[in-house]
């Protein structure tokens, strides 16, 4: 089930968050890719090493992050 999230159910979610999902575009199409992220201050983190990703959001800085709560997997 999805749902719009309140700004706190969001800040709750990425608090617990250790895997998401980056979207942004390289080369002119959509590029997503599993991240590993940590939420501090407001601000979420992530690392990575120079190549597409990196390239991308230098290129174009609107992105997008999501990350899944699974409640059950039945």
Known sequence: ?????????AHK???FARVARL???VNGEP???PINCQLE???LYSHS?????ISGLRENPRACVQVDEIESDL
């Open 49 to 53: 090493l120079p190549g597409l990703k």
């Open 1 to 9: 089930m999805m749902k719009m999230l309140s700004y706190e159910e």
């Open 41 to 43: 201050d407001n601000y």
């Open 31 to 33: 590029y997503v890719v």
């Open 23 to 25: 979207g942004c575009i």
């Open 13 to 15: 979610l990425f608090q």
